[in-house]
């Protein structure tokens, strides 16, 4: 069995006690962390196949995403400066009912090159249709995730699905799709993959597909991803439909629960979040995509109560099309700062606590926290190594640690990325896949796909024109 020792590192355990161990180690054999301490004390107790120097870096359990759409990477600028309604029925249905299998796995392995680049070392993917190849793409990236089916079943005239679109199903269908996904991925790779229900947004979304949903997820004893209270005008749709709004109506059709996890939750009363902590339901913060997109979540959003009130509450980049960055150094900065200037205090969301939801509560959002957010021995080995002896970083202190690394640090400073005891980075190389080649075969695969869109009359491509002449 392969072992690896880091040694002489800051190492930031994440554990119960948020310990951080000066001049550390940690051992991993094969996919499993089997000791953190001192180096002084651990270094001639495990001795190891690969020894990695950490003197001046910091040694941290792999960031945790609990939010991104592997297929939406090559809609990375044709959605930008748009109404979210506009953004989803506009464009970026239209996107989906034109990919290709390769594309979604290129538009995959494009996504997963960017999160390993930056630190992240755990996905999880909201869902779209070709879902097989994005856990093809997982598999070959190293990368941790779970990946869904993300279910629709009604659609009306004011928000309408493009034919094409494969996630346009019945009830049967959509329900029948997301077992597949489960039954076929779930616990692949090693457990390095798993599968969950999802539901896409509340428009789409009939009662029945909710509970039967519901119904699915307790068979499997998995999580249920669905995009919630996006902005005003979903929850408004849910009113005029139901008379209540989002989290009230999933209340009484008995699907508040809690392994669901809802992302974004833009608009809400303090009702549904006495609701959701009743129920102990998951939540997912996606500041980027609600600066870029406008969704609310800053200025009607309940996030800084619902995270001080010990709601599970983890955190997303979302998409190259809604952030437009999977950077999680660049989420955690969002977090620990978007809500200090809206509510004017600066001492709300401390950087500590946007460490914890890119980590361990992030891991707990996705119900995998038995296994990784934190160094500990028994844990799944997904490490990150980040490189502190650089200019952004410089003068650090003890008690400037975790402040520093959320308010300076950078995705670009991860150095190196171990996944399930695998290392998929050394020194800033990606092992597992040839970026170069992706990079080329993605901008080939992307254009094919402009001119698909175009030629099928989307409107929306009528408005892609350079606001400054490209000469
Ligand atoms: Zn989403």
Request: aromatic share 6%.
């Amino acid at each position: 069995m392969a072992s690896i020792r880091i040694d002489h590192g800051i190492v930031l355990t994440m554990d119960p006690q948020r310990r951080i161990i000066k001049d550390g180690s940690v051992v991993i054999e094969g996919d499993r962390i089997v000791a953190v301490g001192k180096t002084a004390d651990l270094a001639g107790a495990h001795p190891a196949d690969q020894v990695l120097d950490a003197t001046d870096k910091i040694v941290m359990p792999g960031l945790v995403d609990c939010h991104v759409h592997h297929c939406q990477t090559l809609l990375r600028g044709l959605a930008n400066d748009i109404d979210l309604i506009a953004w989803c029925y506009d464009i970026t249905y239209p996107y989906e009912s034109v990919l290709t299998d390769e594309d979604t796995y290129l538009s995959a392995l494009l996504a997963d090159i960017e999160m390993i680049r930056t630190g992240t070392t755990t996905v999880a993917d909201p869902g779209g249709y070709r879902m097989d190849h994005v856990a093809r793409a997982l598999i070959d990236s190293g990368l941790r995730g779970i990946i869904c089916w993300a279910a629709m079943d009604q659609w009306s005239v004011d928000r309408p699905l493009p034919d094409g679109l494969p996630g346009k199903t019945t009830t049967d269908e959509a329900i029948s799709q997301q077992e597949r996904l489960i039954k076929e991925w779930h616990g692949a790779a090693n457990g390095r993959l798993r599968a969950s229900c999802g539901l896409r947004v509340e428009p789409n979304v009939s009662d029945a597909l909710y509970r039967r949903t519901q119904a699915l997820s307790e068979k499997y004893g998995v999580l249920v991803q669905f995009h919630a209270a996006v902005n005003r005008d979903q929850v408004e749709w849910v009113r005029r439909h139901t008379g209540q709004t989002t989290i009230e109506h999933m209340h009484t059709l008995g699907v508040l629960q809690e392994n669901w996890l809802l992302t974004h939750m833009a608009v809400l009363t303090d009702h549904e979040v006495e609701l959701l902590y009743r129920q102990g339901t998951r939540l997912c913060h996606n500041p980027g995509a609600t600066l870029k997109g406008a969704y609310g979540a800053i200025r009607h959003g309940k996030f800084p109560e619902m995270i001080e009130a010990g709601l599970t509450v983890g955190t997303g980049c979302d998409s190259t099309a809604a952030n437009d960055s999977l950077d999680m150094f660049r989420t955690m900065y969002l977090v620990a700062t978007a809500h200090k200037e809206f509510r004017l205090q600066a001492d709300l969301i401390p950087p500590e606590k946007a460490l914890e939801m890119a980590t361990i509560t992030g891991a707990k959002a996705l119900m995998w926290d038995d296994q990784i957010g934190s160094l500990e021995p028994g844990k799944k080995a997904d490490v990150i190594v980040v490189d502190v002896r650089r200019s952004n970083w410089v003068p650090l202190h003890d008690f400037s640690l975790v402040p520093t690394l959320v308010y300076s640090g950078d995705g670009a400073d991860v150095e190196t990325s171990i996944v399930d005891g695998q290392i998929v980075m050394r020194d800033r190389r990606i092992l597992t896949v040839d970026v170069d080649d992706v990079l080329e075969r993605a901008q080939h695969a992307a254009k094919g796909i402009v001119a698909r869109l175009r030629a099928a009359g989307v409107p929306h491509m009528g408005k892609l024109l350079p606001r400054w002449p490209v000469v």
